[in-house]
Structure formats: structure tokens, C-alpha cells
């Protein structure tokens, strides 16, 4: 079983940055994709990045491409989600999540493991 557990989230002004980051109990947390997905009140969960097994491919929403940037730190079994020029949109719960087949996917039916998730809330 591998548990997630997200931190660095909090309030922030449009146009501000957030850097969060999941760490995981793994370890063989290299072997695993990772991702970040957020679900605002009312909505459904959106995905937002995601970094293959080996740190050489990442995936991104439209809507965060070229704000966000997705990383990882085998060494410190951690994710990080670098987030910036953020606005009130981005306001949501953020949830890391881990794939064993290590390939990175948008599709949220493709992770196996969910941490709890960290709200980040962007005033205008």
C-alpha cells in the first residue's frame, strides 16, 4: 500500500505562486507515474500534470501549460507541482496520485493510489 500525502498548499493571491509537494511511503516510488489532479467545489476532478516513471516525459492540461511545472525527486520519494500566475480558477482541492504501470496518463481510472489532497485557494 503506498500512502501520498500532499503539503504546500494554501491561500494566495491571483497572479501568485504555490510550490506543493507529495511525498510517498514507496520505496520504489521511482518505478511509478506520478500526477496531480484538483477538484473545485462542485466539479468534477480535472487532471492537471503528470511525469512518467523516469522524469524524461510530462503531461500537462491546457489550462496550466506553460504556468505549471510537474517534477519528481526519486531520492526523496517526492512530486513536486511548481505553480505559477495563478488565478481564482485555480481554486481547489489538489490530490497527488501514483500508476505502477509508470507511463503517466490524464485519465484518473489509471492511478492506484490517491493521497488526501491539499486546498489551494486563489483570490482575486
Known amino acids: 500500500q503506498v500512502q501520498l500525502v500532499e503539503s504546500g498548499g494554501g491561500l494566495v493571491q491571483a497572479g501568485g505562486s504555490l510550490r506543493l509537494s507529495c511525498a510517498a511511503s514507496?520505496?520504489?516510488?521511482?518505478?511509478?507515474?506520478m500526477a496531480w489532479f484538483r477538484q473545485a467545489p462542485g466539479k468534477e476532478r480535472e487532471f492537471v500534470a503528470a511525469?512518467?516513471?523516469?522524469?524524461?516525459?510530462?503531461y500537462y492540461a491546457d489550462s496550466v501549460k506553460g504556468r505549471f511545472t510537474i517534477s519528481r525527486d526519486d531520492a526523496k520519494n517526492t512530486v513536486y507541482v511548481q505553480m505559477n500566475s495563478l488565478n481564482p480558477e485555480g481554486t481547489a482541492v489538489y490530490s497527488c496520485?501514483?500508476?505502477?504501470?509508470?507511463?503517466?496518463?490524464?485519465?484518473?481510472?489509471?492511478?492506484?493510489?490517491w493521497g488526501q489532497g491539499t486546498q489551494v485557494t486563489v483570490s482575486s
Open positions: 511525469i512518467k516513471w523516469s522524469g524524461d516525459r510530462t
Open positions: 496520485a501514483a500508476d505502477l504501470r509508470g507511463l503517466g496518463s490524464s485519465r484518473s481510472s489509471q492511478y492506484e493510489y
Open positions: 514507496e520505496r520504489i516510488f521511482s518505478n511509478y507515474a
